[in-house]
Nanobody, 121 residues
Framework: QVQLVESGGGLVQPGGSLRLSCAAS????????MSWYRQAPGKERELVAL???????NYAHSVKGRFTISRDNAKNTVFLQMNSLKPEDTAVYLC???????????????WGQGTQVTVSS
């Protein structure tokens, strides 16, 4: 059994900050890529940030300079530090893990349930 659980979402004022966490559980040996996506009502799901197991990261243009992704490979956890939040950042943020090598085999494109981030005054 392998699953992802997100936490850290909530309501924050414009200009504020939130830190999201996503922990993968199970008998995991390694995870190649961990990513954060977001989806707002009426909008396409979009990639926000990703990080490889080696520490290489990429960001969506809209969040560059404001968001930072990080990983703790020993704990199979990925974080998203979100600063200078804007109302347009409001969305359900979902964690994704690709190429999860675990006791039962390899899992591709594993998704968490999501955590709500609302930016409003």
């Amino acid at each position: 059994q392998v699953q992802l659980v997100e936490s850290g979402g909530g309501l924050v004022q414009p200009g504020g900050s939130l830190r999201l966490s996503c922990a993968a559980s199970g008998s995991i040996f390694s995870i190649n890529v961990m990513s954060w996506y977001r989806q707002a009502p009426g909008k396409e799901r979009e990639l926000v940030a990703l990080m490889t197991s080696g520490g290489n990261s990429n960001y969506a243009h809209s969040v560059k300079g404001r968001f930072t992704i990080s990983r703790d490979n020993a704990k199979n956890t990925v974080f998203l530090q979100m600063n200078s939040l804007k109302p347009e950042d409001t969305a359900v943020y979902l964690c994704n893990a690709d190429q999860v090598l675990y006791r039962g085999g390899t899992r591709y494109d594993l998704w968490g349930q999501g955590t709500q981030v609302t930016v409003s005054s």
